[in-house]
């Protein structure tokens, strides 16, 4: 076999991934949507004002959106290593005690059942079918997509049976009335785009304890003390700001645009990761902390880019706490068939 022959001395260009882009065919595009935490605006915060921004993500016409959450399978993971996880578990992972006493599925056997049934799903499912699709997805851990199938059914048919209890039914209920993004947002959204899902992908596998509880004093105070600067303030001053104003919708999409801007993201480098980088503890907790924080995001923009491997060619929605927006947009750009959809026209200004 003849291997051609390159000289040492010739100067070669760095390999540069996201210079080698898809040449024919329909590239996959992704928007990354940089949201602040629903649950986290102030109790005032009406949610029926994000009606202009659903309805202009809804014109982009999405095929998928991924959310900021944690996986069922990742959740059953994680809850097999509790002596690193504990504390994870109980702020990321939804339990699905419930419905496995209900369906008799743990989270894997319900996942396949899931991925079963959507392979054989048929363009006009019954409503028994999509109650059944929503006990499978809450016992799989996924209670957004069991949402999106709820959002699916006429109101009539939220009911118990074909694998919903009445307790579940309940759950799913009270779920409709949480202010997170993932529902009022990415499901909402979802059922009115036709599809049967959303894609969890958010990765804690990161995570660490310290190694006691000085330990972990400690690295709190450096990264406290690293996060006390101006340009922190000056972002937090902005975002208060921005939900205070947000009592309509032409304010809501506001808020987005300054969220979804290159100067919210340099503020959140500067005052957040970039401080903690620079933090001078001898332990370097602040650069513990970036390398959690780049680790998380490359394994969140590995997730997203796995969604679109079953159908090449799609656009892809990513609904997220906004400091990760620039992070994302800047690995998945680098994907050989990814082409980053800015937010610039979506969020303009309302008429």
């Known amino acids: 076999m003849h291997v051609p022959a390159f000289s040492a001395e010739a100067p070669v260009a760095p390999f540069d991934p996201a210079a080698r882009k898809l040449q024919a065919g329909g590239i996959n595009e992704v928007m990354v949507l940089g949201t602040p935490h629903l649950s986290q605006l102030p109790k005032s915060f009406d949610a029926a004002h994000l009606s202009a921004l659903n309805a202009r993500l809804l014109e982009w016409r999405p095929d998928a959106i991924a959310i900021e959450a944690v996986s069922g399978p990742q959740c059953a993971y994680l809850r097999s290593y509790p002596q690193r996880y504990a504390d994870t578990i109980k702020s990321y992972c939804w339990d699905p005690a419930a419905a496995r006493a209900t ?115 400690a690295y709190g105070e ?21 939900e205070a104003a947000s009592t309509t919708p032409a304010a809501v999409l506001a808020m987005y645009r300054a969220h979804n801007g290159p100067a919210m993201a340099e503020m959140a480098f500067r005052g957040d990761f970039g401080a903690a980088l620079e933090e001078p503890s001898p332990s370097h907790y602040g650069r513990n902390y970036v390398a959690y924080w780049e680790t998380r995001n490359l394994r969140m923009a590995s997730n997203i880019r796995e969604v679109m491997m079953a159908r090449p060619g799609m656009r892809v929605l990513v609904v997220v706490g906004a400091s990760h927006k620039a992070y994302l947009e800047a690995y998945l750009r680098q994907m050989h068939d990814v082409r980053i959809a800015g937010t610039d026209d979506l969020l303009r200004q309302a008429d």
């Open 222 to 242: 450096a990264i406290m003390k690293a996060w006390d600067n101006p340009f922190a303030a000056q972002r937090k001053r902005i975002s208060d700001a921005l």
């Open 103 to 217: 369906t008799g599925l743990d989270v894997m056997a319900a996942t396949v059942q899931a991925q079963r049934l959507l392979a054989a799903w048929p363009a006009s499912p019954s409503a028994a079918q999509r109650r059944t699709l929503a006990s499978l997805f809450l016992a799989g851990g996924e209670p957004a997509s069991a949402l999106v199938q709820w959002l699916r059914l006429p109101e009539a048919e939220r009911r118990a049976g074909d694998g919903l209890d009445a307790a579940l039914v309940a759950v799913l209920n009270a779920r409709l009335q949480r202010r997170g993004e993932d529902v009022r947002i990415a499901a909402v959204v979802a059922a009115k785009s036709g599809h049967e899902r959303v894609y969890a992908m958010d990765d804690h596998t990161a995570d660490a304890p310290a190694e006691n509880e000085a330990d972990e004093k």
